[in-house]
C-alpha cells in the first residue's frame, strides 16, 4: 500500500505545477456544453433488479454476504436495496461504506518479475452494492453522452461496439491507404505513466460540470463520489492499512474508466490543431502523419504536436512516460526514402524501430504483420506443446476450453486485420489451427485435417478472417459499430437504374497496389460483401446475420 501511495506522490512532483493554467483547455480547447444533466432519474425495482441479475456473481471480501446468496434474497430485499439506491440518486450522497476499495495487485505480463512491486498493477475491488449504484448511474451518464453526442470520435477505450480490433482496422486502414497512395507514413505510440490515479479531482469535476453540462444534484452526486474515498491492499489473507485516495479514479470500477476518458476529452481537439491523425484506447494515443516520398515527412509537426500534448498533460496532472513511446516509420524502401535518425519526444530522443506493439499487435514497416504472425505461432505452439501433455486425463468438453482460451483466442485476436495477407503467411495459422484440432480430438499426425475441422465445425483460419470483415461491414451498416468505420463504406448508387441498385451492394473504390490498397478495410469489405448473396445481406437481426454467414462460409470451406 505504502508503494502504491509513494509511486502517485512521485508522479505528482514531477509533474510542474500550473495553477493559473489549471483549466485552460477548458477555455481554450472545447466549447462549454449547451445541454445539462441537472439529477439522476430514479429506477424501478424490475430496472434495479434487471441490473442486478445481469451482473456478474463476483464477491469482494466487503461484501457481507456472497453475491449469489444476494441474488437469491432479492424478492426480500429488492426495495431495501432500491430504496438506498434511489437516496443516494435524489440526494447527491454516496455513504462513505460504499467508497472503499480493495486492492488486489495483478502483475503486468506474466514474465515480469514477481518480487518487483513496481511490475503490479493495482486493480480495486468494490463490494457489489457500489458497483450496482455506480453501473446505474453509469448507464444514465452513458444515454446523456450518445444523445448529445459528448464522446471522442476516435476515442475507442470503454465504449459500446468499440474495441481495440476497431481502433487498429481505422489506424491500419488509413496507413494502407497511404502507403497505396505512394506515401510514407510515421506512427508515434505515446505512453503515459498511472493515469487513471493521477487524475486531479478538482479538473475533473470542472470538467464534468463546464464541458459536459452536469449540474445540480448529480454533480453533487459525483462530487461525494470523490470525496473522502479509501483503500487498502489484500494480499495472502492479509489487509494493510486504510489509505486515503486523493487523485485517480479507481481501476476495476465501473465509472472510473468513462470518466477517465471524459477527463482526456480535450485532447483530440489539441491534436487536430496540427493536422494530424490520431487515435486512442484509454491512456494509450497514437499519432500517425503521411507525406509523399518527394516531400519531407513533417517530423518538426509531429514533435510540436506532442510539445502541446505534454503542456496539456501537465497542467492536467499526467506524466507522459518517453521509456515506453515507441516510433515507426512506414512505406517501401522506407531507408531510402525518409531521412529520420532520431525524434524528440519531451526532450527524448528517441530511435524508430523494426517493428512496434500496438494495443498487443505488431506493426512493421510495410504493415505484412509477418512479425506479428510469427509471435502468434510462436505462443500458440508453446501453449498447445502444454495441453497435449496433460490431454490423456483431460474429457473431450474441458480439453476444448483449454484449446479456446489460449489457442483460438490468439488465431481470432484482430485477425481482421490480416485481411489480403499473403497465402504463406495465413498457412502458418492454419498450421498451428490444424494442430491444435489434432491434439483435441486426438487424431494422427498425418490424418486428413479437413473432416477433423469439419466435425469440430472450425472455420479454416482464412473463412474466420474473411467472417470477421463480413461481421465487422453488418454492424457498420446497421449502426453497431463505431462511427470512424461506417464512414468508411459507401453504399453503390449506379448512375442509372439498375436492377442491382436495391441489392445493397457497397461501392469497391479504385486502389492502385494490391499490396497495401487490397488490404486495407474500405476496399475489402465491399468486396467481400457484395460476393454474398443476397438473403444474408438482408438479414433482419445480427443473430440471424451471424447464422446465415456461417453456413455460407462453411459450405464454402468444406465444399
Keep these: 500500500m505504502k508503494f502504491f501511495d509513494d509511486k502517485i506522490n512521485s508522479i505528482r512532483q514531477k509533474i510542474q505545477y500550473h495553477p493559473q493554467n489549471l483549466l485552460i483547455d477548458i477555455d481554450e480547447c472545447c466549447s462549454s456544453s449547451e445541454t445539462h444533466l441537472e439529477c439522476f ?14 451482473s456478474k456473481s463476483t464477491s469482494c471480501i466487503l461484501d457481507p454476504v456472497p453475491t449469489q446468496l444476494l441474488k437469491q434474497a432479492l424478492p426480500k430485499v429488492g426495495k431495501s436495496l432500491l430504496e438506498i439506491v434511489n437516496s443516494s440518486l435524489s440526494m447527491g450522497y454516496v455513504p462513505n461504506s460504499l467508497k472503499l476499495a480493495v486492492i488486489k495487485p495483478i502483475i503486468k505480463k506474466p514474465n515480469l518479475d514477481p518480487r518487483e512491486l513496481a511490475n503490479y498493477r493495482p486493480i480495486s475491488n468494490l463490494s457489489f452494492i457500489a458497483k450496482i449504484l455506480e453501473k446505474i448511474v453509469f448507464n444514465q451518464l452513458r444515454l446523456y453522452l450518445q444523445s448529445n453526442s459528448m464522446h471522442e470520435v476516435f476515442q475507442s477505450g470503454f465504449r459500446q461496439n468499440h474495441s481495440t480490433e476497431t481502433a487498429l482496422l481505422r489506424v491500419t486502414n488509413d496507413l494502407l491507404s497511404a502507403l497505396d497512395r505512394g506515401s510514407n507514413a510515421i506512427l508515434v505510440l505515446l ?21 459536459i453540462g452536469i449540474k445540480g444534484s448529480a454533480l453533487t452526486w459525483f462530487r461525494s463520489y470523490l470525496r473522502d474515498r479509501f483503500q487498502c491492499v489484500y494480499l495472502n489473507n492479509e489487509c494493510s492499512y486504510q489509505s486515503r485516495v486523493k487523485y485517480g ?9 468513462l470518466l477517465f ?23 494509450d494515443t497514437q499519432l500517425y502523419i503521411s507525406a509523399k516520398p518527394n516531400e519531407e515527412l513533417c517530423i518538426n509537426q509531429i ?3 506532442i510539445k502541446d500534448i505534454k503542456n496539456w498533460m501537465t497542467h492536467n496532472f499526467l506524466l507522459l512516460n518517453s521509456d515506453k513511446t515507441e516510433v515507426l516509420l512506414l512505406g517501401p524502401n522506407i531507408d531510402k526514402n525518409i531521412n529520420v535518425n532520431t525524434v524528440d519526444i519531451d526532450g527524448h530522443l528517441i530511435i524508430p524501430g523494426k517493428t512496434v506493439r500496438n494495443l498487443g499487435v505488431i506493426f512493421d514497416p510495410i504493415l505484412s504483420f509477418d512479425a506479428h504472425i510469427c509471435s502468434i505461432v510462436k505462443i500458440a505452439f508453446f501453449h498447445l506443446r502444454n495441453i497435449a501433455k496433460i490431454r490423456s486425463i483431460l474429457s473431450l468438453e474441458d480439453a476444448e476450453k483449454l484449446v479456446h482460451a489460449f489457442i483460438t483466442s490468439r488465431l481470432d485476436y484482430c485477425n481482421a486485420l490480416l485481411a489480403g495477407s499473403p497465402h504463406k503467411l495465413l498457412h502458418k495459422l492454419q498450421l498451428v489451427q490444424n494442430a491444435a484440432a489434432r491434439v483435441l480430438t486426438r487424431a494422427r499426425k498425418f490424418d486428413h485435417i479437413t473432416p477433423i475441422l469439419s466435425s469440430l465445425h472450425w472455420l479454416p483460419v482464412r473463412f474466420r478472417i474473411d467472417y470477421k470483415i463480413l461481421l465487422l461491414t453488418y454492424k457498420s451498416l446497421n449502426g453497431l459499430a463505431p462511427h470512424y468505420l461506417q464512414e468508411l463504406l459507401t453504399p453503390y448508387n449506379p448512375p442509372r437504374s439498375l436492377r442491382s441498385q436495391d441489392a445493397g451492394l457497397l461501392l469497391v473504390p479504385r486502389i492502385r497496389k494490391n499490396y497495401a490498397g487490397g488490404r486495407a478495410f474500405f476496399y475489402k469489405a465491399p468486396q467481400l460483401w457484395n460476393s ?6 438482408d438479414s433482419d437481426t445480427l443473430s440471424i446475420f451471424k447464422s446465415r454467414l456461417k453456413t455460407f462460409l462453411f459450405a464454402q470451406a468444406f465444399e
Design 249 to 257: 479514479v479507481p481501476q476495476g470500477s465501473i465509472l472510473g474508466p
Design 303 to 305: 514533435t510540436d504536436c
Design 41 to 54: 432519474s430514479p429506477v424501478t425495482e424490475k430496472d434495479l433488479l434487471s441490473v442486478i441479475n445481469s
Design 191 to 211: 505512453d503515459l505513466s498511472a493515469a487513471f490515479d493521477t487524475i486531479d479531482h478538482a479538473i475533473l469535476l470542472d470538467r464534468l460540470e463546464n464541458l
Design 532 to 537: 454474398l448473396p443476397i438473403n444474408i445481406r
Design 261 to 283: 476518458t471524459l477527463y482526456m476529452l480535450p485532447l483530440g481537439k489539441i491534436i487536430r490543431r496540427h493536422g494530424i491523425n490520431f487515435h486512442c484506447y484509454a491512456d
